[in-house]
Nanobody, 126 residues
Framework: QVQVVESGGGSVRAGDSLTLSCVAS????????VGWFRRAPGAKREFVGA????????YSGDSVKGRFTITRDNAKKTVDLRMNNLEPEDTAGYLC???????????????????WGQGTQVTVSS
């Protein structure tokens, strides 16, 4: 199994960029799909995006398509979420999850992931 830790959150202004990192420890990280989710105060948890174990496949949530990009470096056991053109509506706690399974549409469902970090807060002011 793996453990994951998020970092990189902070307070920025609308239009700024920020990169969040999800760093894993444990074996066989390349076998794990990693997903990013977020939850704003008073809102439901939202799928942000996911990346396959190899890094060849990605899937983005509708609200962030074209602005957020997910990449991974398996040698460093890291998955990055690059967030461009941030909006106040992106303010939320961001979580990464990891699941050892083949890539498929399940990756957008939070309940499918077994391993989670503590999250990192992103605040975007107008």
């Amino acid at each position: 199994q793996v453990q994951v830790v998020e970092s990189g959150g902070g307070s920025v202004r609308a239009g700024d960029s920020l990169t969040l990192s999800c760093v894993a420890s444990g074996r066989s990280f390349e076998a794990y799909v990693v997903g990013w989710f977020r939850r704003a105060p008073g809102a439901k948890r939202e799928f942000v995006g996911a990346i396959s174990g190899s890094g060849k496949d990605t899937y983005s949530g509708d609200s962030v398509k074209g602005r957020f990009t997910i990449t991974r470096d398996n040698a460093k056991k890291t998955v990055d979420l690059r967030m461009n053109n941030l909006e106040p509506e992106d303010t939320a706690g961001y979580l990464c999850g990891a699941e050892r399974r083949s890539w498929a549409v399940w990756c957008r469902y939070m309940s499918e992931y077994d391993f989670w970090g503590q999250g990192t807060q992103v605040t975007v002011s107008s």
